[in-house]
């Protein structure tokens, strides 16, 4: 799926996904060859929804699209 950073706050944040109802949740540790702090709000991610710790919804396997790849 790919989505844009809506909210980050410390250590996580929410994607916003055409595909997906609601906001998704992501958090540092799912992060794949991009560190948390090198992230800003409106950029454009690709992940895959999975289930967290707490039985609900997440972001895993979260990358950051380049502009060459949008």
């Given at each position: 799926m790919i989505g844009i950073i809506k909210v980050l706050k410390e250590g996580f944040g929410f994607i916003k996904s055409e595909e997906n109802e609601g906001d998704v949740f992501?958090?540092?540790n799912n992060l794949i060859d991009v560190n948390f702090d090198d992230l800003n709000e409106g950029d454009t991610?690709?992940?895959e929804i999975g289930e967290g710790k707490n039985g609900k919804q997440q972001a895993?396997?979260?990358t950051l699209v380049t502009?060459?790849?949008a």
């Open positions: 992501f958090h540092a991610l690709s992940f895993n396997e979260v502009t060459e790849e």
